[in-house]
């Protein structure tokens, strides 16, 4: 009888011709284009979309010398080291500029937000005025030119506000706002179709027969995929097919930028995702060196790029969020800072083995010291939902780590600004 050689497995610490991360991570930023589609868009419409075309300044800000305090406007010239007194001969509010001339030894009540009246050039704060009648008293040090904000100090006409690929925040529309500008050039919303692969899968609402769950993936896909904004075609569950699963595929890539599938990519003999995207369009690869997310298959189909996830609910979230989400963002031209990490020390023993890269899922917590620590979710089966759930960052463990003692320093991905 022949020898039987085992095939390499996902339970394998290391594994030939598999990509580590950061191979991944840089494959797939190679092979993703940018979308060059645009369309203006209603200031009110646009939070969160992504600025095709930087927003320029129609004008200065603020448009004129203005108070920055409720107080006196006066003339440099008429201000003296010690006290000095001055006439005051009207009053300026926000909106209603004070119409007449200042003469020397003269001074206006001024409103913060006021225009400053052309002959003045300093604000003095009322809480250093003494008033009697008509007349003010000047006490305290004063500087020439204090408490004035000066035309276009914030923002000069014809200066790029915001520049191309900035994702639209509250702040900004109200930035916009004070321009007067009520429409901008965006980026045309990314297209995702996603669809689960699997018969054992059922949706919400069908009978549960014996060997049959629940399709959590589509719920946290479609979840995830809004958050950033994105167009999504939820193209439900497909059978372990050919036929239906290249139908589908087909159909997706016809009416997207991006197609999402999970499940299907791994070595089963139901495992058709892999087959059916080497016949439709191209591989570039589909085995990661981590845990979990092994299997993750990447290509294009058509002109649509693909991203084949895992069947388990956690895989599918941990290699959206280091592989997918990213390549989004890319598509859309978005300008993206790198994912904020932190060196914690850890209450937990985590076993590993060299090999893979792992995301463990942590809570982040204060100590009764005001310290941040770290412990784990507790079980981190791929298949443990709940751990995502729980959970406030990721544990990042890299291929050299041989495990983890209380007390060790470990790197730490908070989900804040991130999940």
Known sequence: M????????????????????????????QLITPMNAWQKCALREALGQILHAPVISPLQVPPHNNSAMDGYAVRSADMQPDAFSLKQVGIAYAGQPYQGDINAGECVRIMTGAMMPPECDTVIMQEH????????????????????????EDIQAGDA????????????????????????????????AFFSTGDELRSIGEQLEPGQIYDSNRYTLYGMLKRLDVEVMDMGVVADEKAALKQALQQAAAE????????????????????????????????????????????????????GLPGNPV????????????????????????????????ESTIRKRPGRFEFQRGILFEDENGELRVRTTGQQGSGILRSMSVANCFILLDE????????????????????
């Open 2 to 29: 022949a020898e039987f050689i085992p095939q390499p497995s996902c339970a394998d610490p290391q594994e030939q011709n598999n990509l580590s991360v950061e191979q991944a991570r840089a494959q797939i930023s």
């Open 129 to 152: 005025v003494e008033v009697k009648d008509n007349l003010i008293t000047v006490h305290g040090k004063q500087k020439a030119g204090q408490n004035v904000r000066m035309a276009g």
């Open 161 to 192: 506000v915001l520049p191309a690929g900035h994702r639209i925040t509250p702040a900004d529309m109200g930035l916009i706002a004070s321009l007067g500008i009520g429409e901008v050039i965006v980026k045309r919303r990314l297209r995702v």
């Open 256 to 307: 997207a930028d991006v197609v999402i599938t999970s499940g299907g990519v791994s070595v089963g003999d139901a495992d058709y995702v892999k087959e059916m995207l080497a016949e439709l369009g191209q591989v570039n690869f589909w085995k990661i060196a981590m845990k979990p997310g092994r299997p993750l298959a990447f290509g294009k189909i058509g002109t649509a790029s693909f991203f």
């Open 315 to 346: 895989s599918v979230m941990v290699t959206f969020y280091q592989f997918v989400q990213p390549a989004l963002k890319q598509m859309t031209g978005e300008k993206t800072h790198p994912v904020p990490l932190m060196q914690v020390k850890t």
């Open 400 to 419: 050299t780590s041989d495990g983890i003692e209380p007390g060790m320093t470990v790197t730490v991905q908070p989900f804040a600004g991130f999940v």
